[in-house]
């Protein structure tokens, strides 16, 4: 079952979407106003971080796309298609431009940025490798958490969006290196995709 909601709110439609809300000026779903406040910015961020780059089974921090490579490494094997092994090593290489992007949505040029980036990482890992046997030290970082939201009202909103001003652009470089890897994809292996 597909998701539910506009096209244009997933996959590389949606990268497009996300990129031009952050450079918009005008129209609803621009970043100035619905996330119009430091605050509501940094929350926004940490969000996309979290649920863009922290998966639930891989700690590379590639939106999936380095087990996405293994996947074809095996499928290149099974199926007896090297050129899907070439993909894989695509794959590889646009899961570094996610693994920037993360670094893109909470620069180290922002100090608080990059604090909340090592709790969500440090949270993430924490879950991970030791789960609820890990619930106080999960319960610290939540606060830590809380209190990178809390100091978020500090700081300058428009300072906070020029250190993310590159992101557009780096959703735009993995929509269409993803883009180019699918189509690859579907000629490999004879699926018409539109």
Not at 33 to 42: C, H, I, K, S
Not at 66 to 85: K, S
Request: charged share 30%; net charge positive; glycine share 6%.
């Amino acid at each position: 079952k597909p998701p539910k909601g506009s096209a244009s709110n997933f996959g590389h439609e949606g990268y497009t979407r996300l990129a031009a809300d952050i450079r918009s000026t005008k129209g609803k779903t621009r970043w100035d106003r619905t996330l119009p406040t430091a605050r509501d910015l940094m929350s926004g961020l940490m969000t996309a971080y979290k649920h863009g780059l922290l998966s639930w089974k891989d700690t590379t921090e590639t939106a999936d796309r380095a087990r996405f490579a293994t996947f074809l490494d095996t499928a290149a094997t099974v199926l007896e298609a090297p050129a899907l092994g070439e993909v894989a090593d695509e794959y590889r290489e646009i899961g570094a431009l996610w693994t920037e992007l993360g670094t893109m949505l909470l620069p180290d040029a922002v100090p608080l940025c990059a604090r909340a980036r090592k709790t969500l990482r440090t949270r993430h890992r924490t879950f991970k490798d030791r789960g609820r046997e890990a619930r106080d030290d999960l319960r610290a970082l939540d606060a830590r958490y809380a209190e990178v939201l809390a100091e978020a009202a500090g700081l300058d909103r428009q300072v906070l969006a020029e250190a993310i001003a590159p992101v557009p652009d780096q959703l735009e470089r993995i929509r269409d290196r993803e883009a180019a890897a699918l189509r690859r994809i579907a000629t490999i292996v004879d699926l018409d995709v539109g």
